[in-house]
């Protein structure tokens, strides 16, 4: 059974706090993604990765960093978090190959920002 | 700009009726698409999913149909079951291989009443 978990799932944090979200997947995929949920917004990409060490931006980078220092965790960062970021987060795995690429979420992280 | 639209935010549909979820895009170089299925406080799950050298895609309740001409695809589920009660992504790829991210819809809030 494929698994994608999530250190947490709900996180309350303060303005300027530097939060570390994290996320492990047991399927030995490649591709690992960060999504934020927010209402009448669906899914938007924060970041992907798609080997050790290696990143890409997606569509709203700004204010987060990643990190992928091993291949089965993929790491979150928010340097300074702002109330704007108060959101859900979504991390996804996926297996490479042009005929297989449907990513398996996590649970997702409910993260507040007071 | 939005490139993946799903126009209604909620559908009603009694039990036993079919039910049938809008997506529209514009981005011609999406050639994957895919349909996630999603509950309150859990992290979207794969439902089904059609490449654009296909138009129908079938699994059990479940169908997509996709009208490359006209830049829609279509969910179909029939009959309808109360536990298909959730809100229901579009999703769309450009790669293939699954190592960029998705591109999401808003998503379907869909409610089935008994």
């Known amino acids: 059974d494929v698994k994608v978990t999530q250190s947490s799932r709900y996180l309350v944090k303060r303005t300027g706090e530097k939060v570390f979200l994290e996320c492990v997947q047991d399927m030995d995929h490649e591709n690992m993604f960060w999504y934020r949920q927010d209402p009448g917004l669906g899914l938007r990409l924060i970041y992907f990765?798609?080997?050790?060490?290696?990143?890409e931006k997606g569509d709203i980078p700004e204010g987060y960093s990643v990190s992928r220092e091993k291949k089965e965790r993929f790491s979150l960062i928010l340097e300074s978090a702002s109330t704007n970021q108060t959101s859900m987060y979504l991390c996804?795995?996926?297996?490479?190959?042009?005929?297989?690429?449907?990513?398996?979420f996590g649970p997702g992280t409910r993260l507040t920002v007071l | 700009d939005q490139q993946v639209k799903q126009n209604s935010p909620s559908l009603s549909v009694q039990e036993g009726r079919i039910s049938i979820l809008n997506c529209d895009y514009t981005?011609?170089?999406?050639?994957?698409f895919l349909w996630y299925k999603k509950y309150p406080a859990e992290g979207p799950t794969f439902l089904i999913s059609?490449?654009?050298?296909?138009d129908k895609n079938e699994d059990g309740r479940f169908t997509v149909f996709l009208n490359k001409s006209a830049k829609h695809l279509s969910l179909h589920i029939v009959p309808s079951q109360p536990g298909d009660s959730a809100v229901y992504f579009c999703a769309a790829s450009a790669d293939g291989g699954g190592a960029d991210g998705l591109t999401f819809g808003k998503g379907t809030h869909l409610i089935i009443q008994p």
């Open positions: 996804a795995s996926s297996p490479p190959g042009t005929s297989y690429n449907e990513q398996f």
């Open positions: 990765s798609y080997d050790v060490k290696m990143k």
């Open positions: 981005n011609s170089m999406f050639d994957y």
């Open positions: 059609i490449s654009s050298i296909k």
